[in-house]
């Protein structure tokens, strides 16, 4: 029986942070797009812009609650370093992180450096000085070159979910690699950086990959969907992630966190061995 990981990253929590960069500007041409290529309703558009007023770019407490509804033992992951447009700081991370955790969920670093040991090393520290448990870490924009995971199972995360492929969770020295094999953004951006199909459509590509996994016998597939998404001015995005969750439950998929698969994989390992 094939296992699902859901997981969010966190790329933003207020709009203003991104006063020194062009964020805001990039997400109006890129709304106004949608709106004339008609992929958005008027009601969509207006609340984009309701949005960037109230300051809120987040939606943790509504998935959080959407999660425990459906019972989703999800995986967040929350940057503790700044960089390629994650700009929130620190203390607003943290206090995040334990509100997720408080929620019954785990928490990951969303990881920023992927070269300087230190600064990688840094950012695993800023979030166990909160968080006393293990933990592990996607990096932000999927970055890495061929020594960053090494660097990661040497700094001590228990796990990584950064690498894009067709494979089953494993061993990078101490830590578990859990590759990423579906995550939103690839599902509604193909051939341009905006929404330009139906959900129908992106249904049918969800289901499409997803046979293709389980003719690969993937074991467990990792799926990314940011919290962002979850509002009703990306309403084909969060239709999408509602659709995926029932259509999940309705063909008798079943749902893990990343910490209880490494349990499972420690177990047979163990009963192997």
């Known amino acids: 029986m094939q296992k699902i990981i859901i997981s969010h990253d966190i790329d933003h929590l207020k709009v203003f942070e991104h006063y020194k960069d062009l964020i805001i500007p990039k997400f109006i041409i890129k709304s106004t797009i949608e709106k004339l290529i008609g992929v958005i309703s008027w009601k969509e558009y207006l609340l984009r812009y309701k949005r960037i007023i109230e300051n ?12 425990k509804k459906n019972n989703i033992p999800a995986t967040f992951f929350i940057g503790t370093n700044n960089g390629m447009y994650l700009s929130y700081p ?14 019954g969920f785990d928490i990951g670093v969303h990881g920023i450096e992927y070269k300087d040991f230190n600064i ?8 166990k000085s909160v968080i006393n ?26 796990f990584d ?29 193909e051939d341009a950086r905006y929404t330009t199909k139906s959900l129908e459509y992106y249904k049918q590509k969800t289901i499409n ?12 597939i990792s799926i990314l969907f940011h919290d962002r998404y979850f509002d009703d001015s990306f309403m084909i995005w969060k239709e999408w ?6 259509y999940l439950k309705e063909n008798n998929y079943q749902f893990i966190s990343y910490k209880d698969a490494i349990k499972e994989l420690n177990e047979k390992n163990n009963m192997d061995n």
Not at 120 to 127: A, I, S
Not at 175 to 181: A, K, N, V, Y
């Open 133 to 158: 448990k293990e933990i592990g870490i996607r990096m932000h924009y999927l970055r890495n070159d061929n020594e960053t995971i090494k660097k990661l199972s040497k700094i001590g995360y228990q």
């Open 120 to 127: 990688m090393k840094k950012e695993f520290e800023n979030l």
């Open 90 to 103: 620190l203390k607003e991370a943290l206090k995040w992180s334990k509100k997720i955790v408080d929620n």
């Open 241 to 246: 992630y509602i659709w995926l969750i029932n």
């Open 209 to 220: 990959r997803l046979d293709e996994l389980q003719n690969k016998n993937i074991q467990y």
């Open 161 to 189: 979910s950064t690498l894009l492929e067709d494979k089953n969770p494993y061993k990078i020295g101490k830590m578990l690699e859990f590759p990423l094999h579906i995550m939103d953004g690839h599902v509604f951006y």
């Open 56 to 67: 809120k770019w987040q939606n943790l407490d509504e998935i959080m609650k959407f999660n």
